[in-house]
């Protein structure tokens, strides 16, 4: 069984920067897909980022490519999400996701069988 924790969110500036962390348990990270998912109040679950097991490959959603890096620390068995220029429309709760299907780097959260409780983002204007 893999535990995910997120830590980081809060409330920032328009502008701003900020940086999630998940700290996994039960399983190294050089084992999983870690991915990044956030839900908007009404939405549904929308795909951020993904990072390899080995942390070699990533992949971004268009809306953060440019403004967001997703990196790992198999040693702190960690996964951030360093995300820039932040917006009101980036306002939602984080989850951090963890895949044992090890194709590709899926963006759909049907792959992903382990899920951290989220973490809140709220933007200021």
């Known amino acids: 069984q893999v535990q995910l924790v997120e830590s980081g969110g809060g409330l920032v500036q328009a502008g701003d920067s900020l940086t999630l962390s998940c700290s996994a348990s039960?399983?190294?990270?050089?084992?999983?897909?870690m991915g990044w998912f956030r839900r908007a109040p009404g939405k549904e679950h929308e795909f951020v980022a993904a990072?390899?097991?080995?942390?070699?490959?990533?992949t971004y959603s268009d809306f953060v490519k440019g403004h967001a890096t997703i990196s790992s620390d198999s040693a702190k068995n960690t996964v951030y999400l360093r995300m820039n220029s932040l917006n009101p429309e980036d306002t939602a709760v984080y989850y951090c996701?963890?895949?044992?299907?090890?194709?590709?780097?899926?963006?759909?959260?049907?792959?992903?069988?382990?899920w951290g409780q989220g973490t809140q983002v709220t933007i200021s204007s």
């Open positions: 990072i390899t097991p080995g942390g070699g490959r990533t």
């Open positions: 996701a963890a895949s044992n299907v090890l194709v590709g780097l899926p963006e759909d959260p049907k792959y992903y069988a382990y």
């Open positions: 039960g399983r190294s990270i050089r084992a999983l897909i």
